[in-house]
């Protein structure tokens, strides 16, 4: 968890600069393997553009979440 930890913070600042990207986390993939997961308002062409598959051999998984509010 540790190198999770550590790769979401060095690249962090860098994903949420992307439009579109509302969150950066650190949770299950769709198969089950931990690695970090980008929330999105829509999947588009800058998203997966700017957004890699992989990190140092840890999965990176975009989820369309919509758009996030703080109350």
């Known amino acids: 968890m540790d190198r999770l930890q550590s790769i979401k913070h060095a690249n962090e600042n860098k994903w949420l600069s992307v439009n579109?990207?509302?969150?950066v986390g650190i949770g299950k993939t769709r198969t089950n393997k931990e690695g970090i997961i980008i929330g999105v308002e829509k999947?588009?062409?800058?998203?997966?553009?700017?957004?890699?598959f992989e990190v140092e051999g840890i999965p990176?998984?975009?989820?369309k979440t919509g758009t996030i509010k703080a109350h």
């Open 20 to 23: 579109g990207v509302v969150s």
């Open 43 to 52: 999947v588009t062409q800058e998203v997966t553009a700017n957004i890699p």
């Open 60 to 63: 990176v998984e975009i989820v």
